[in-house]
T-cell receptor, first 112, second 116 residues
Framework: DQQVKQNSPSLSVQEGRISILNCDYTNSMFDYFLWYKKYPAEGPTFLISISSIKDKNEDGRFTVFLNKSAKHLSLHIVPSQPGDSAVYFCAASYSGTYKYIFGTGTRLKVLA | EAGVVQSPRYKIIEKKQPVAFWCNPISGHNTLYWYRQNLGQGPELLIRYENEEAVDDSQLPKDRFSAERLKGVDSTLKIQPAELGDSAVYLC??????????????FGPGTRLTVT
């Protein structure tokens, strides 16, 4: 039972263009969502998060959008850079549990 | 500031052998997590500590896995005996405790275990 799904295993984008990574969840109790970036042979690195009381959070080139009715969130990277090439994981949790459910990841390749 | 430290980075053992992984969290982080990441999957929680107390070990296969966090700082995860299906990357993460309202976890580089 995959509660957090990243249905696109990979994505290729030209440098300078927008990258959009998607994540769907099934548990309506989730109220906090995070995105992590992972380079090979390294642990995941926290990127950006969003609480369910918001529908958008922005940090530099990274913006996360949350659509609670659709149980969907997306990470936008604008403009994409070759250094953004990595595996991106979304994760979800609900209040008080501090238990994070991760998706399976999307491998982003930004082409120079 | 040093990040989460894990050792060893790689380990190859034969099945039925024991193995142990060590983690040193970021200084001041009271919450520590052990995750297992199988190939092509996201990390899955094995156990979470708040200080010395294991507050969530529901996903830890207790017949062969054990963990400890003495003095609420370093932690060790052990597998005895290892099985072929235990081959995975074992990740340690830490965060400030929930009373500080912190949600972000900081991960170590992981230990890649291969069981032959």
């Amino acid at each position: 039972d995959q509660q957090v799904k990243q249905n696109s295993p990979s994505l290729s984008v030209q440098e300078g263009r927008i990258s959009i990574l998607n994540c769907d969840y099934t548990n309506s109790m989730f109220d906090y969502f995070l995105w992590y970036k992972k380079y090979p042979a390294e642990g995941p690195t926290f990127l950006i998060s969003i609480s369910s009381i918001k529908d958008k959070n922005e940090d530099g080139r990274f913006t996360v959008f949350l659509n609670k009715s659709a149980k969907h969130l997306s990470l936008h990277i604008v403009p994409s850079q070759p250094g953004d090439s990595a595996v991106y994981f979304c994760a979800a949790s609900y209040s008080g549990t501090y238990k994070y459910i991760f998706g399976t990841g999307t491998r982003l390749k930004v082409l120079a | 500031e040093a990040g989460v430290v894990q050792s060893p980075r790689y380990k190859i053992i034969e099945k039925k052998q024991p193995v142990a992984f060590w983690c040193n969290p970021i200084s001041g982080h009271n919450t520590l997590y052990w995750y297992r990441q199988n190939l092509g999957q996201g990390p899955e929680l094995l156990i979470r500590y708040e200080n010395e107390e294991a507050v969530d070990d529901s996903q830890l296969p207790k017949d062969r896995f054990s963990a400890e966090r003495l003095k609420g700082v370093d932690s060790t995860l052990k597998i005895q005996p290892a099985e072929l299906g235990d081959s995975a990357v074992y990740l340690c993460a830490s965060s400030l405790d929930r009373f500080q309202g912190a949600y972000e976890q900081y991960f170590g580089p992981g230990t890649r275990l291969t069981v032959t």
